[in-house]
């Protein structure tokens, strides 16, 4: 079977002559590979070296408005999801991710999911006219391999075709040595914030505001 280089980097295997411009977009195929409609696989994953994603607020925020410090235990809960070359989501439980989990699996003998979910609470305390919050990062992994796509009769003239891709997703807290990260971060309210706080109710307290 004969293999041609087509645009967007994708590889097809003919099934007759047909033009680059009638191939299929990065999209359509990923689209296939998550609803079924082609047979699809994974090849070949290789996994990238663990890093520690961005911080993010995972918690409300507290305003103290008060004279003195405001002491408050916090809850606070983080899901971080996987995302693809192109910035699209890889839902948890798809296709997709179950393709990627199943490869991962079979070449480095454990599980790759593309979900995280962790939640737990955190003393705080800040100091006042400051605003405090809960940030979390999570340890990261990216892993490439290239997607095989078969279909039963041709479609856009090829019965296979081929695209490289690369995921990044959760990697299991101390990969590569790396641990996941919480903590408390303040800031100064702004001159809005100072304002609102000698406004009713809010005068002389500490409040919590929704995330």
Same mark, same amino acid.
């Given at each position: 079977?004969?293999? !041609?280089?087509?645009?967007?980097?994708?590889?097809?295997?003919?099934?007759?002559?047909?033009?680059?411009?009638?191939?299929?977009?990065?999209?359509?195929?990923?689209?296939?590979?998550?609803?079924?409609?082609?047979?699809?696989?994974?090849?070949?994953?290789?996994?990238?070296?663990?890093?520690?994603? @961005?911080?993010?607020?995972?918690?409300?925020?507290?305003?103290?408005?008060?004279?003195? @410090?405001?002491?408050?235990?916090?809850?606070?809960?983080?899901?971080?999801?996987? !995302?693809?070359?192109?910035?699209?989501?890889?839902?948890?439980?798809?296709?997709?991710?179950?393709?990627?989990?199943?490869?991962?699996?079979?070449?480095? $003998?454990?599980?790759?999911?593309?979900?995280? !979910?962790? $939640?737990?609470?955190?003393?705080? &305390?800040? /100091?006042?006219?400051?605003?405090?919050?809960?940030?979390?990062?999570?340890?990261?992994? &990216?892993?490439?391999? &290239?997607?095989?796509?078969?279909?039963? @009769?041709?479609?856009?003239?090829?019965?296979?075709?081929?695209?490289?891709?690369?995921?990044?997703?959760?990697?299991? $807290?101390?990969?590569?040595?790396?641990?996941?990260?919480?903590?408390?971060? &303040?800031? /100064?309210? !702004?001159?809005?914030?100072?304002?609102?706080?000698?406004?009713?109710?809010?005068?002389?307290?500490?409040?919590?505001?929704?995330?």
């Amino acid at each position: 079977m004969a293999l !041609t280089a087509v645009s967007l980097g994708l590889v097809a295997a003919m099934a007759g002559p047909a033009a680059a411009d009638d191939g299929p977009s990065r999209e359509q195929l990923k689209a296939d590979c998550a609803s079924g409609a082609g047979k699809c696989s994974f090849n070949e994953p290789v996994l990238g070296k663990a890093f520690l994603g @961005d911080f993010r607020q995972v918690s409300n925020s507290l305003y103290n408005c008060s004279t003195s @410090d405001a002491t408050q235990s916090m809850g606070w809960s983080d899901t971080v999801g996987s !995302t693809d070359s192109a910035g699209v989501s890889v839902t948890a439980g798809g296709n997709i991710a179950g393709l990627i989990d199943l490869s991962v699996t079979a070449t480095y $003998n454990h599980t790759w999911s593309s979900s995280h !979910t962790e $939640n737990s609470s955190l003393n705080m &305390t800040v /100091k006042p006219g400051e605003v405090g919050w809960i940030s979390r990062a999570q340890v990261m992994q &990216t892993v490439s391999g &290239t997607w095989q796509t078969h279909y039963d @009769d041709p479609k856009w003239g090829h019965y296979y075709w081929f695209v490289p891709d690369k995921v990044t997703g959760p990697a299991a $807290n101390g990969t590569d040595g790396r641990s996941n990260a919480v903590t408390v971060k &303040t800031r /100064k309210m !702004t001159a809005a914030e100072k304002k609102s706080c000698s406004s009713g109710a809010r005068n002389g307290l500490a409040f919590v505001v929704k995330h």
